[in-house]
């Protein structure tokens, strides 16, 4: 068996492994405002202009805006694929592309671990950004996971709105206690640790 992967020369088989070489994981995380959709977008941006084939795709829980595109809060937008789960992504996955961007990922099913894996061992880019703690501070699943698999990570911050420090942190400024309350500035705000506190703080609550 060694024999054989040490002569497995042929010009056929180097372009495979080429190919299998060329894949790889690039995780984006950190709290809202951030910049992970806009990062994400950049990224997306450059690999067209280079002509790669890319695909995109967010799951359909979110739909702050068009569900047929990803945005940043800056205004920034790339179409993209809802999806419902990672199954649903695999399905619709085609063979010649080579850049798959997923917005998002914290609302993912944890098969999404298993999928992006796959991906990049069939040779694509898979580029995926997404919360990496809920509105209490907790790691928010899958993005712990993700992390630990991908080859590059990115950490993106904010500035805090209370102070102006580095901000790590979504605060919920509305009063749900769900994990999942899809909102934007009219429900969140990027604070630093000193300024967090780990529940929401809309002022009908904690007046
Ligand atoms: P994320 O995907 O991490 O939520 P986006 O890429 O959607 O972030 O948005 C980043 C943009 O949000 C910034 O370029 C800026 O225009 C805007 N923004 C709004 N509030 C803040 C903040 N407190 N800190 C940094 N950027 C902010
Ligand atoms: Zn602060």
Redesign the pocket.
Known sequence: MVEEFAFDNTEERRKSRQMKDAGWIEVIV??????????LIRRLRRAQIARQKVQVFKPVIDNRYSIEQIA???GMTHVSKPVMTAAEMMAQMEDETQVVGIDEGQFFDMAIVEAVNELAKNGKRVII?GLDQDYLGRPFEPMPQLLSIAEYITK?H??C?KCGAT?NYSQRTSDSIERVEVGA?DKY??RCRQCFVPHSDAPTVHE
């Open positions: 950190g709290s809202m405002f951030s910049g992970k959709s806009e990062e940043s809060h800056s950004a993106t904010a500035i709105v901000a500035s705000e990027a």
